[in-house]
């Protein structure tokens, strides 16, 4: 345990933060995402819900402003409700002064570019759509 | 308050509670099944879109309501009649019936040209002076919501159509409608305002019998239209429509080509004259075919107008008459300036105020969602709303600022300033008189071609601030009000707000911890998550005072653990960086004696305890005056040094029997933890010197350059823990002063007060300087110490003559109360009152320092009797910063010996340990114990024989 640093985040997770560059991504996936299938670079935090962990990373992580979606989220079948628990993905966001809207990628594009993450987090969230990439910033 | 307002106060506190219930993820009552709004093209949807966005994200919005926002069909203008067909058509897209519904729309398409500041946010979204119970600054469109939200309940299914420029206050407990046709809402109003608005003449059935527009007195009064109180019912633009009246409308649209028939700009349906009118049940087809229209009376339209008679005139209106109750429509620049300023007293009954949401909360002007900096000057009747002023800047009177950020500029009197930005990422500033109207052909006193609207007067600029001084200093360019309001990006008016309440309430916190507001004072409504995050990131690089501040009201408001440990590790760590300064291990000390052996009294605390306590002490300096004393004729406090011919550093406590040898420097290093049975031991190891803080030298090696190893040994004679005695910080006084007289080096009194204050903080004790102050200087002292950070504690023995000392001491006893003082957090929740800003901690701080002067005036001049009223004086202060001084035993010790005593207070901290009392004159002490026998038996309440340690 350290000051300052939220107790949900792992310490391998906290490293490989530490380790990506400017433009590395890292997925918080739910808990159906495949992550072992994707990923060879799987952390395991089946305890913890995706928006918790997202907040958690954002207070380490800064966001690449450079890009036109900083955070991304796997695009909801047509007809489908808006997820709610992008509302909440969007808040968190916000409220660590991101502005932008959430960029949408369709399903299969989304297990690609998690293929290209440097880390997947796999959590144990359960709400519908649950997943998120976020590109790594500079200005720490 | 007169009734009418006290009940329109009540209706609207009523509203806010349904509002309230209907935000709960269940949906609490009965809730609008459509929220529709109409806009006047895809761009101003858009901007609606955003705000209700924003709102949903927020959960400021019933979830379970469908929201929805309706631009004018394929970008025409077609009336306020044609966006109804097309809600109408909207929702039975989505719906099979109009059955059971119950639908909001609000008709809000319009280019606000006479406010041209809401263009591209919408009038519906502009402000309304109300800081809302939940901390957001209100907007029509959130008093829309909050006052219909009571209204669902009172229909069984229809729609409820709203202008949007209109704001109803009313209580919905009037409203009563199940009925097939339609109804009106009306409220009362004298006919002298009725004149200029349509009123509504009843029928004896109690529908709407005829509409009167805009009548003289007299036309009404002849009409009937005026009761014998006279007044009128005044017709408020909002319609209900049931169920039945919308599927026989929506007939009209139910196909495409329906729909192209009648909704279009040739048509250009109007809700009012084409929908509303035919309802009433004393119109004629013939005057139907008259009514003013919305745009052009065509034969497309008197051909509608015939389908519509057909329609509509078989349904009757009802009127319901809500009273009390008014209305206010947001019309010009002109009336919202009035509004704000010279009329806002008229709408305080509803908590509407001139400043919302502003860090300047003086001067005769009106702000919301504002920053002003102290040096800008503000003329009188002005509004500055979502804009930033910085210091230097000067703005005339009866200006209106919107969306602006001005610095070094003055804004002439009687001007409206307004930035938008737009799509382009540039910035647009666009000036007009506050008189001036946009649909003419002035514009500041000059003539122009066209309409002020459509003028080309306006250019961009890379950033708000550029626009707005060379705007207001007359440059023009290419932008007329209407095309940068077309051009207008709205997702950007919605940031820009935010950021500007975040700075506005990040000003507004560190206000109130600049103006010692109490923090129990406070609420957390406007502490977001932002404004949270940039307050602690300011408090990274804030001065020791403001940060503590910053840390301890975040902690208290928000509840978080974290914060509140930040803010004590701050203190701990500025006290303990200074107390370090100049403290460095010093390889040079030689052990000077085989050994040493250092008795100390104990003390008593008279007057000031607590002002000696950082960060108080730091901030104000403190003062105190306190005594030593012996307890049955002992130095109660010892320790013993003894040099080693090992090289090896032993340490032990004689009281808790703890031995250890340590031949390794970390563990001797380690003394944070205040558990620790040796944490004294090494702390005076590292505040003397003799070991390095943080420096690795084998322990080996420290002997060889002291010349030998050595013991240090602790001892408190029969003093139970927890006395109250300062034991703790007089043994580690005695550590001090034992160690330098084993080295052989001589030690100023002021040192020697300061390396035990770094030994208290090396062991994260975080106390004041009283109590070793106490132990280490005989007799009675006053003990002081100016505000700095570094404390330069000062002793002084009080001019006390050996008579009037000897009376003292013949009374003054110490009563060990039989318990061992509780454990508790008493540092943190004392200090915690006094950053803060408890009033009581305050106050309380200050006068115990002035109690402790006054007892050494006293006590100089040999008047016990005096200092034993101040005593008493003292205990009840002590009791108002710390109710946990005392406890029920306590109080009854007390109670019990109340004639015998003539002073009474307790040591330290209280809560346990010893008390002190003074003795009526011809009181023995031998009485004293007699009679707390009598009470307490042997349960450990006694009284021990002390003296006053002369040195």
Redesign the interface.
Known sequence: MLK?IPKILPPDLVKYMMEMGHGDTLVIADAHFPAYRVSKRVVDCSGVGAVDMLKAVLELMPLDSYVENAAEVMQNVSGDDKPKIW?DF??TL????Y?KDLGFIDRFEFYEEAEKAYVVVRTGETAPYGNIILHKGNNC | MNYKNLFLRQSYLDSYDTYRLSLKEAGCGVLWDYVILTASNESQASAYRQQIDYR???GVLPRSTHYAVLPDFEGKRVGSGGATLGVLRYIRQRETSFSGLRILVIHSGGDSKRVPQYSACGKLFSPVPRELPDGRRSTLFDEFIIAMSGVPARLESGMLVLSGDVLLLFNPLQIDFFGKGAAALSIKENVMTGKDHGVFLRDDSGNVGRFLHKQTVENLTLAGAVDHSGKVNIDTGAVIMSSEMLSDLYSLVDTDEGFSKYVNDTVRLSFYADFVYPLSADATLEDFYNEKPEGELNGELLAARKVLWGILHKYRMKLICMSPASFLHFGTSVELLELVTDHIDDYKFLDWKSKVCSNRNIGNFACYNSFIDDGAVIGENSYIEDSDICDGVTVGKNCIISGSTLKNISVPDGMIVHTLKIKNGKFVTRVLGLSDNPKENMWLGKKLNTSLWEAPLFSEYDTPEEAAEATISGKTGEYSLKSSFNEADSSQII?WSDKLHDKISVERFLDFIDDLCPVEKLTAKEL???VV?LLTEYAETAEFSEKIRIYYYLARLLGND?LHARCFDTICSCVTESAMEGISYNPHFKIAKDSVITHLPVRVNWGGGWSDTPPYCIEHGGMVLNAAVTLDGQLPIVITLKKLQENKIVLCSTDNGSYAEFSDISALQNCHDPHDAFALHKAALIACGVIPYKENISVEEICKRLGGGFSLNTEVLNIPKGSGLGTSSILAGACVKGLFEFLGTDISENELYNRVLCMEQIMSTGGGWQDQVGGLAAGIKMVWAAAGLKQQVCCEQIAITEETLNALEERFCLIYTGQRRLARNLLREVVGKYIGANEDALDVLYQIQRIAVLMRFELEHGNIDGFCRLLNDHWEQSKRLDSGCTNTCIDQIFSSIEDLIDGKMICGAGGGGFLQVVLKPDVTKQQLRARLFDVFADSGVAVYDCEFYRG
């Not at chain 1, 916000?94 to 002064?97: D, I, M």
Request: hydrophobic residues 20%; charged residues 40%.
């Open positions: 300052h509302q969007k808040m916000y409220n660590n002064f502005e | 949903l994200d927020r940031l977001t998550p932002r995050r974290e």
